[in-house]
Every structure is written in structure tokens, then in C-alpha cells.
């Protein structure tokens, strides 16, 4: 069982950018690939980026290469997801994610578990 927390979402201008962390429960963190998916009001649950257990593997939405990056402390048991150049399409209730297997990241389905989420608003 690995229980997953976000945090560092909140209120931001457009042109900003924010950090956020996701720490995960358990003995096996590195073990698992982890993803960022974020959902916006009325919108389908989007892929934004993932990681390789290693942390020598990322993957990323063709919208967000070059503002956002994914990565992780094994040590610490976190991921980070660093979003800059932020404009108010970004916002939404961004959730991390841990799976076992790299094939087939960007879908949500295979996620063996999420967190709860947490809400960036970027202001224009």
C-alpha cells in the first residue's frame, strides 16, 4: 500500500511558477514510476508528466515540454513537479500517481494509486 500527498499548490499570476511535492508512503518508492495528472472543472483527468523509478527516465505532455519538469528524491521519498512560464490554462487540481510498469504512462488507467490532489489557480 503507498499513500501519496501533494502540497505546494496555491494562488499564483500568470508568468509565475510554483513547486509542487508529492511524498509517498513505504519501503518501495523507487520502485515505482510516478506521474503528475492534473483536472481541470468539466475536463477529463490530463497527463502532465512522469518519471521512471530511477528517476533517469521522464516523459512529458507535448504542452507542457519546457515549462514543466518532473523529479524525484528517492531518498526522500518525493516527487516535485516545477511549473514555470504558468498561464490560466494551467489551472486545475493537480494529482501525483505511482504505478509499477513504464509502458502506457500517460494513461491514467494502470495507476495503482493516487493521492488526493492538490489546487493551482493561476491568475491572469
Known amino acids: 500500500q503507498v499513500q501519496l500527498v501533494e502540497s505546494g499548490g496555491g494562488l499564483v499570476q500568470a508568468g509565475g511558477s510554483l513547486r509542487l511535492s508529492c511524498a509517498a508512503s513505504g519501503r518501495t518508492f523507487s520502485s515505482y514510476v510516478m506521474g503528475w495528472f492534473r483536472q481541470a472543472p468539466g475536463k477529463e483527468r490530463e497527463f502532465v508528466a512522469a518519471i521512471s523509478g530511477s528517476g533517469g527516465l521522464t516523459y512529458y505532455a507535448d504542452s507542457k515540454k519546457g515549462r514543466f519538469t518532473i523529479s524525484r528524491d528517492n531518498s526522500m521519498n518525493t516527487v516535485h513537479l516545477q511549473m514555470n512560464s504558468l498561464k490560466p490554462e494551467d489551472t486545475a487540481v493537480y494529482v501525483c500517481?505511482?504505478?509499477?510498469?513504464?509502458?502506457?504512462?500517460?494513461?491514467?488507467?494502470?495507476?495503482?494509486?493516487w493521492g488526493q490532489g492538490t489546487q493551482v489557480t493561476v491568475s491572469s
Open positions: 500517481a505511482a504505478r509499477r510498469t513504464i509502458v502506457g504512462v500517460a494513461a491514467p488507467r494502470g495507476y495503482d494509486y
